[in-house]
C-alpha cells in the first residue's frame, strides 16, 4: 500500500474562469467529496503533486490530504490532462475510510514470454488491461501480476486465473486478459502477375492509328480521281482540235 501526503488550500474561485487563474498560479484545481458531506474545492501544488506520484508505487495511492488544518483520507478518483501538454488541470479525490470496502480499478501486469512468441514466431495480445475489485483501502495491490509463459499459439487467459488475496473481483471471469495469435503472414503475388499488371495495353493505340491511316486512304482517292479527271480534259480537247484541222 502507497501513502501519499498532500497539502491544499481551498479554492474560492470557481468555474472556469477560477480554473483557469488557478492554473496560473502554479495549482492544480480540485474538488474532495465523499461520505455524503458537501463537495470541498481544493487547490493542490501542482509541483508538490507531481513530486509525490513520481516517489508512489502503484496505481491506487492513499492520499492523506490536509486542507486548513483538517485532516481527510482519500484516493484519486479521476485526473484530467491537457491534451497538448499533458499537464494536469483537474483531480477528483474520494473521502474515504480505512474500515470500509471500496470499488476500484487495479491494472494488470503480464509477466514472462510465451512459448507460442519465442518458439513459434506467435504475437502476444492484451485484450484487458485493469479488473475491478472490491476491497479495503489498505488491501489494494498496486497492480495484479499474471504469469502468461505457457500461452502457446491459440492459448488464452481470462479473469478466473488472477491470483488476488483479500480481494474480490468484480469483472467477469471468463474475460480475457491475454491470448497469443499466430504471426502475420504478407501474400507476396507471383512476378508473372506483377509484371502482366505493370504493362500498358497498345491495342487501342495501334487500333486508332490504323483508322487514321484508313480515313487518310479514302479522302486521298477522290482527289487522285479528280486530279486524273483534271489531266484527261486537256487530252480530249488536243484530240478534238487536230481532227477539226485535218477536215
Same mark, same amino acid.
Given at each position: ?12 474561485? +470557481? ?6 487563474? *488557478? @492554473?496560473?498560479? $502554479? ?37 492523506? +490530504? ?71 483501502? *489498505?488491501?489494494?495491490? $498496486? ?26 473481483? +468484480? ?35 495501334? @487500333? ?40
Amino acid at each position: 500500500m502507497s501513502v501519499i501526503s498532500l497539502r491544499g488550500s481551498p479554492r474560492e474561485r +470557481l468555474g472556469k474562469g477560477g480554473a483557469r487563474k *488557478t @492554473r496560473a498560479a $502554479g495549482l492544480i484545481p480540485g474538488v474532495l467529496y465523499g461520505h455524503g458531506e458537501t463537495p470541498v474545492p481544493v487547490a493542490i501544488g501542482a509541483r508538490d503533486f507531481q513530486l509525490a506520484i513520481a516517489e508512489s508505487k502503484g496505481g491506487n495511492p492513499i492520499i492523506n +490530504l490536509t486542507v486548513t488544518g483538517k485532516d481527510y483520507t482519500a484516493l484519486i478518483r479521476d485526473v484530467q490532462y491537457d491534451p497538448l501538454t499533458h499537464d494536469v488541470i483537474h483531480l477528483d479525490f474520494q473521502h474515504i475510510s480505512l474500515t470500509e470496502r471500496i470499488e476500484v480499478q487495479v491494472p494488470i501486469h503480464l509477466t514472462g514470454l510465451p512459448v507460442g512468441v519465442k518458439d513459434a514466431g506467435g504475437i502476444l495480445e492484451q485484450i484487458l488491461r485493469t479488473v475491478t475489485v472490491r476491497c479495503l483501502p *489498505t488491501a489494494i495491490p $498496486g497492480s495484479i501480476d499474471l504469469d502468461v509463459s505457457r500461452l502457446a499459439i491459440g492459448d488464452s487467459i481470462h479473469v478466473k486465473e488472477l491470483a488476488v488475496e483479500g480481494v474480490e473481483v +468484480l469483472t467477469d471471469l471468463e474475460t480475457t486478459v491475454a491470448t497469443v495469435v499466430p504471426p502475420t503472414v504478407m501474400e507476396e503475388k507471383p512476378v508473372e502477375e506483377v509484371a502482366a499488371a505493370a504493362e500498358v495495353p497498345e491495342l487501342s493505340v495501334e @487500333r486508332g492509328k490504323k483508322e487514321e491511316e484508313g480515313e487518310e486512304g479514302k479522302e486521298g482517292k477522290p482527289a487522285k480521281e479528280a486530279k486524273e479527271g483534271k489531266e484527261a480534259k486537256p487530252a480530249r480537247e488536243a484530240k478534238g482540235k487536230e481532227a477539226k484541222e485535218s477536215k
